[in-house]
C-alpha cells in the first residue's frame, strides 16, 4: 500500500500535536530505528513525514523563499 502525500500531511499533523516542538527532534529518532531495524520502506515514511514537520513547523515568511 502506498503512503500518499495526505496521509504525510496528516500523520505530521498528529506528530507536532503530540510532541509540540519536539516533533521534528522524535520522527528523527524514529527514522534511526527504521534504519536499525533495515527496515527502508518505514524509514523513508519518516523522513517524509520529518520534512513535512519541518515545512509545517517553519516561520510562515520563509515558506515562500527560494534557495540557490
Not at 500531511?9 to 498528529?14: D, E, F, N, Q, V
Not at 522524535?26 to 513535512?52: H, S, V
Amino acid at each position: 500500500m502506498a503512503v500518499t502525500d495526505k496521509d504525510i500531511l496528516a500523520s505530521a499533523k498528529i506528530f507536532i500535536n503530540q510532541h509540540g516542538d519536539r516533533a521534528l527532534i522524535e520522527a528523527m529518532k524514529r527514522i534511526e530505528e527504521f534504519e536499525a531495524k533495515g527496515d527502508l520502506q518505514g524509514r523513508e515514511c519518516w523522513n517524509q513525514i520529518a520534512w513535512a514537520i519541518e515545512w509545517m513547523q517553519m516561520p510562515q515568511d520563509m515558506k515562500d523563499e527560494t534557495c540557490h
